[in-house]
Structures are given as structure tokens and as C-alpha cells.
Nanobody
Framework: QVQLVESGGGLVQPGGSLRLSCAAS????????MGWYRQAPGRERELVAR???????EYADSVKDRFTISRDNAKNTVYLQMNSLKPDDTAVYYC?????????WGRGTQVTVSS
């Protein structure tokens, strides 16, 4: 019953914003590192942003200054605020939890940026 469930995806116009949520259950969320990844059709999955159990963050160069990752340990939830969205941001966005050699993926949520 370890589970990650993403939500908040959808269709948005270029320049718009979305906030993705990843709700975790079945494990001690606060001690896990969390990340957002994305995968476009025919492309490899790539790291978008990650946040450590201590709150340190890292971002892919392509999303720096546009996306913000955060976590709310009281809600067992990690967020990805996405601003100034571009068509190249179109992908399925996946949440990942990781600690040492253990990791778990969510099933993903579709983000489509199109006019």
C-alpha cells in the first residue's frame, strides 16, 4: 500500500500556470527525498526538480526560474508549481519517492501546453 498519486495536470495555454500535487501514503513521507520527472512521447524520462528530506532543492536548467518544488510533510504531499509554461513542457509528469536503495513512482499526470 505504498502509493504516490499525482494530480493537477491538464491543458493550459503557453504562458499559463499549473500546480501539480503528489499525495503519498503507506510510508514515512518526511524522511524521503521527493522528485518530479517528466516523459514526453518517444522521449526518455527526465528529472524536472527534486527536494530532499531536509528541504534542499534542485532543478533542471530548462525549468529554473519557472518551476518551484515544495513539500508539506503534514499533508504527505509534494507540489510542483509551474509558471510560464511552454509547449516543450508537455509531458506526463511523475512523482518519485526515494530513500537509499528504495524508490517508488506514481502513475503520472498529463500536462499539455498548447494554444
Amino acid at each position: 500500500q505504498v502509493q504516490l498519486v499525482e494530480s493537477g495536470g491538464g491543458l493550459v495555454q503557453p504562458g499559463g500556470s499549473l500546480r501539480l500535487s503528489c499525495a503519498a501514503s503507506g510510508f514515512s513521507f518526511s524522511i524521503y527525498h521527493m522528485g518530479w520527472y517528466r516523459q514526453a512521447p518517444g522521449r526518455e524520462r527526465e528529472l524536472v526538480a527534486r527536494i530532499s528530506s531536509g528541504g534542499n532543492t534542485e532543478y533542471a536548467d530548462s525549468v529554473k526560474d519557472r518551476f518551484t518544488i515544495s513539500r508539506d510533510n503534514a499533508k504527505n504531499t509534494v507540489y510542483l508549481q509551474m509558471n510560464s509554461l511552454k509547449p516543450d513542457d508537455t509531458a506526463v509528469y511523475y512523482c518519485k519517492a526515494e530513500r537509499f536503495r528504495y524508490f517508488v513512482w506514481g502513475r503520472g499526470t498529463q500536462v499539455t501546453v498548447s494554444s
